[in-house]
């Protein structure tokens, strides 16, 4: 856990989505499973699905998130946010113009 914010994760596989679950670090709360990527895999329906990403109400905030979280660094935030939606991730506090 850093400054209070537990960990995020992306996992591969079911596997090691379920190795994550049963460790301690997972049940107390360190460490929260964002999502799990199986390998392109993914239904429709599961592409579907987006995480909200809340703490971003800013372009400069998507910019900074986006280089952080996904390692990806952006110049133009239409850009980061177009990249951040095909990974599955929404920002519903944030408004482009």
Same mark, same amino acid.
């Given at each position: 856990?850093?400054? #209070? &914010?537990?960990?995020?994760?992306?996992?591969?596989?079911?596997?090691?989505?379920?190795?994550?679950?049963?460790?301690?670090? @997972?049940?107390?709360?360190?460490?929260?499973?964002?999502?799990?990527? #199986?390998?392109?895999?993914?239904?429709?329906? =599961?592409?579907?699905?987006?995480?909200? &990403?809340? =703490? &971003?109400?800013?372009?400069?905030?998507?910019?900074?998130? &986006?280089?952080?979280?996904? =390692?990806?660094?952006?110049?133009?935030?239409?850009?980061?946010?177009?990249?951040?939606?095909?990974?599955?991730?929404? @920002?519903? #506090?944030?408004?482009?113009?």
């Amino acid at each position: 856990m850093l400054n #209070n &914010v537990p960990a995020r994760l992306v996992l591969k596989t079911e596997y090691s989505q379920h190795l994550l679950e049963d460790s301690e670090p @997972f049940k107390n709360g360190d460490i929260k499973l964002e999502r799990t990527d #199986n390998g392109g895999e993914a239904t429709t329906q =599961e592409r579907k699905k987006q995480t909200p &990403v809340p =703490e &971003v109400d800013s372009p400069e905030k998507l910019l900074e998130w &986006v280089a952080t979280e996904l =390692e990806k660094p952006y110049q133009q935030p239409k850009a980061a946010l177009a990249y951040a939606d095909r990974q599955g991730y929404t @920002f519903p #506090n944030l408004t482009i113009e």
